[in-house]
């Protein structure tokens, strides 16, 4: 779809808008997003000073506020959720989805909404990236539990890496033509196999519908899996105070771009003061 021209975001304009909003919705991606991309994506943790943000940004009931990652729910539970009582998160782009509640409410149980779905898939997938990861030193296999991911940021030859991921890539849509009920997309130094229908763009629109009219909405991604978020919120949300971000490079979909993580870090800590 054609995007409008992205211009820097004014961080000014977004708080004051903030400020005046009765129903705000905040949508976050995590790894790029909320901390710097790292060699290791284990050693990506919250710091303290991010959870306390993320805290206080839920203690207003005017403000609804999701991560939407494509992270395992283990690291997240690990890291963020057993912090973070209340509010929502997604995992898995999409599979995985624990609802936000208002501060004081039980935090509900996780919801698989891939649940019914066929995962026959996994094993000739599963396959393929053992052979990528076999020709590719230092790349690793990420076994989540729905989706499936080869990273190779820290692939000791990367001119190999290049030639592998192609290779992959190429098997990867082999298999996806006799199985057609995948998708592949290719994300930021990691492919990744996800049922077909569950992206970032479907759980916003869950989201979006669960929550109700907003008059606020603040959307931050990365890299090309936050662009069907982005599109899912110029498309089907009618909030007059609509910000789709892009964070350090621009991002189809992102109306506005931010350079940096310390970026909305300080963003995400003026919203959190705005209440006080």
Same mark, same amino acid.
């Given at each position: 779809?054609?995007?409008?021209?992205?211009?820097?975001?004014?961080?000014?304009?977004?708080?004051? =808008?903030?400020?005046?909003?009765?129903?705000?919705?905040?949508?976050?991606?995590?790894?790029?997003?909320?901390?710097?991309?790292?060699?290791?994506?284990?050693?990506?943790?919250? /710091? /303290?000073?991010?959870? *306390?943000?993320?805290?206080?940004?839920?203690?207003?009931?005017?403000?609804?506020?999701?991560?939407?990652?494509?992270?395992?729910?283990?690291?997240?539970?690990?890291?963020?959720?057993? %912090?973070?009582?209340?509010?929502?998160?997604?995992?898995?782009?999409?599979?995985?989805?624990?609802?936000?509640?208002?501060?004081? %409410?039980?935090?509900?149980?996780?919801?698989?909404?891939?649940?019914?779905?066929?995962?026959?898939?996994?094993? /000739?997938?599963?396959?393929?990236?053992?052979?990528?990861?076999?020709?590719? /030193?230092?790349?690793?296999?990420?076994?989540?539990?729905?989706?499936?991911?080869?990273?190779?940021? %820290?692939?000791?030859?990367?001119? +190999? =890496?290049?030639?592998?991921?192609?290779?992959?890539?190429?098997?990867?849509?082999?298999?996806?033509?006799?199985?057609?009920?995948?998708?592949?997309?290719?994300?930021?130094?990691?492919?990744?196999?996800?049922?077909?229908?569950?992206?970032?763009?479907?759980?916003?629109?869950?989201?979006?519908?669960?929550?109700? *009219?907003?008059?606020?909405?603040?959307?931050?991604?990365?890299?090309?899996?936050? %662009? *069907?978020?982005? +599109?899912?919120?110029?498309?089907?949300?009618?909030?007059?105070?609509?910000?789709?971000?892009?964070?350090?490079?621009?991002?189809?979909?992102?109306?506005?771009?931010?350079?940096?993580?310390?970026?909305?870090?300080?963003?995400?800590?003026?919203?959190?003061?705005? *209440?006080?």
């Amino acid at each position: 779809m054609a995007t409008a021209a992205v211009q820097q975001l004014d961080i000014d304009n977004v708080v004051d =808008a903030f400020r005046t909003s009765e129903r705000r919705l905040l949508l976050l991606d995590y790894d790029g997003t909320l901390t710097p991309i790292v060699a290791d994506p284990s050693k990506a943790l919250p /710091p /303290p000073h991010l959870l *306390d943000t993320l805290h206080r940004l839920h203690g207003s009931t005017r403000t609804t506020e999701y991560i939407v990652t494509g992270r395992d729910r283990q690291f997240i539970e690990r890291h963020l959720a057993s %912090e973070l009582d209340g509010v929502g998160f997604s995992c898995e782009h999409g599979a995985l989805i624990r609802w936000h509640v208002l501060p004081g %409410e039980t935090t509900p149980d996780w919801d698989n909404l891939a649940d019914s779905i066929d995962l026959s898939w996994r094993a /000739p997938v599963l396959e393929a990236m053992a052979d990528a990861i076999r020709l590719t /030193p230092g790349s690793r296999l990420e076994k989540k539990q729905v989706t499936q991911a080869w990273h190779y940021r %820290e692939a000791h030859d990367p001119t +190999n =890496a290049d030639e592998q991921r192609l290779a992959l890539l190429d098997r990867l849509r082999a298999l996806q033509r006799s199985m057609p009920a995948i998708d592949v997309p290719a994300g930021t130094t990691v492919i990744e196999v996800r049922p077909r229908g569950y992206t970032k763009g479907s759980v916003v629109r869950n989201i979006l519908s669960k929550t109700g *009219d907003v008059d606020f909405v603040l959307c931050l991604g990365d890299d090309k899996t936050d %662009e *069907d978020m982005f +599109n899912a919120i110029l498309e089907s949300c009618a909030a007059p105070h609509k910000y789709t971000v892009s964070v350090r490079q621009m991002q189809p979909g992102a109306s506005y771009m931010v350079d940096s993580t310390d970026v909305v870090l300080s963003l995400l800590q003026k919203l959190a003061r705005t *209440d006080l």
